[in-house]
C-alpha cells in the first residue's frame, strides 16, 4: 500500500475531493450497526451525481451534502481523512475517515 498522510485541515480535504471530482455525501448506517448517526463519506465517480431537477432523492440511503453540513458532522465527531500520498500520473481515491 501507498504511503498515507492525514488530512483535518477543511481546505485541504476539499481540494484533495476536488482533484478527484469527489462530492461531500451522508449515508445511512448499516443495519444492526450501533448508533443511527449517518455515516460521512466522499461519493465518487457516479455516486458523485445528482439531478438537481429532480429534487435531492437518496438512492440507496447515500445523500449528497454541502460542504459546510459535512464539515460540521467532521468537527462534532474529531474525524480525520487518511488520504494517499499523491503520485504524479496517478488520482488514487483511496480514503478513510477515521477519529482524531
Do not use: C
Not at 471530482?21 to 445528482?50: H, N, R, S, T, W
Not at 459535512?70 to 475517515?97: C, K, N, T, Y
Request: glycine share 8%.
Amino acid at each position: 500500500m501507498a504511503d498515507t498522510k492525514t488530512l483535518t485541515d477543511h481546505d485541504d480535504i476539499r481540494n484533495w475531493a476536488a482533484a478527484r471530482a469527489g462530492k461531500p455525501a451522508l449515508a445511512d448506517p448499516a443495519p444492526g450497526m450501533p448508533g443511527e448517526e449517518p455515516v460521512l463519506l466522499i461519493a465518487f465517480g457516479q455516486q458523485a451525481y445528482m439531478d438537481t431537477d429532480e429534487g435531492a432523492d437518496p438512492i440507496g440511503g447515500l445523500q449528497l451534502v454541502e460542504w459546510d453540513e459535512w464539515f460540521r458532522l467532521f468537527d462534532e465527531r474529531e474525524l480525520a481523512l487518511v488520504v494517499s500520498e499523491d503520485v504524479p500520473g496517478q488520482r488514487d481515491e483511496f480514503h478513510e475517515i477515521v477519529r482524531r
